[in-house]
């Protein structure tokens, strides 16, 4: 389990798992959990549209990821769950096209649908890092005017906070978020690891900070969860992440209402 080969998945797991909840934390806030399922169907269509055309799939899932987050994010105050809907709609369409067009890209569809940690190439590390790091900074320059505008959006449009600007701003670190997260988890499991454990950590405290710290050690702890039952089982480590992700929402939702109870 901590052999050589391991290294990767451990390192990278650990980042991505940081950066999703972190990123997860603001999308339970601010009620984007149907983009965030969205956006990452739209990074795998650009995989195999990479794939397609010989270039790197990273580059494909962060074009159609950043693509798919300008679309939601333009539409967000006049019926975003419409326009996520179609950028849904049109990313799954295309990565089927994309997937009948090229049958040496049909190895790859299982490790993207749904994780393949285990095999995570040394030279991946430094790029998901470097853009890790990227959106860990603009999380941290937009952390107060997300905070803002989550609780009092109308007071923060008068104080001269464009949510359009914000929203564009926020989708564009979700996507470079979810291109990184789909290689590790899979596309379809990507949103329960952005979504399960900062859900949990809202239910356990109601403070920002703390909510947020504690989003960020519920991902990594699940992650490594899942990374350790996925070597051991030879199962895909998405399935574990959604299966945890499911767990500790329901304890935290379970533990929080005894107390209240007790209370």
């Known amino acids: 389990m901590f052999s050589s080969f391991m290294t990767n998945a451990w390192i990278v797991g650990t980042v991505v798992a940081l950066l999703a909840g972190a990123t997860g934390f603001f999308v339970v806030l601010r009620g984007s959990s149907f983009a965030a399922h969205a956006i990452p169907n739209g990074a795998f269509a650009g995989a195999a549209g ?27 105050r ?16 295309l990565g089927a096209a994309f997937l009948s067009l090229s049958a040496a890209y049909e190895p790859q569809v299982d490790a993207l649908l749904f994780g393949e940690i285990l095999g995570v190439a040394t030279s991946s590390i430094a790029p998901v890092v470097i853009i ?10 937009m952390y107060r005017p997300l905070l803002f505008n989550a609780a009092a959006p109308d007071l923060a449009s008068a104080r001269g906070l464009n949510p359009t600007v914000l929203e564009m701003a926020f989708m564009l670190t979700l996507a470079l978020g979810s291109a990184l997260t789909v290689p ?12 399960g454990p900062p859900a949990a950590a ?6 920002p900070a703390t909510a947020l710290v504690t989003s960020m050690l519920l991902s990594v702890v699940t992650l490594w969860a899942s990374i350790v039952a996925s070597y051991q089982t030879n199962l895909p480590v998405g399935f574990f992440v959604g299966t ?20």
């Not at 074009?63 to 939601?72: K, T």
């Not at 590790?184 to 979504?195: E, I, K, M, N, R």
């Open 132 to 141: 890790s790091l990227a959106c860990a900074l603009a999380l941290a320059f």
């Open 244 to 263: 945890f992700s499911a767990l500790v929402y329901v304890a935290a939702r379970v533990a929080t209402q005894r107390l209240g109870r007790r209370a």
């Open 202 to 207: 809202r239910l356990i405290t109601r403070r």
């Open 50 to 76: 990479a794939t397609l055309v010989g270039i790197t799939p990273l580059v494909g899932l962060i074009a159609f990821a950043v693509m798919a987050a300008l679309g939601i994010g333009a539409s967000r």
């Open 184 to 195: 590790v988890v899979g596309a379809l499991l990507t949103f329960s690891l952005t979504v």
């Open 78 to 93: 006049h019926r975003s769950d419409v326009a996520t809907a179609m950028a849904l709609v049109m990313m799954l369409a």
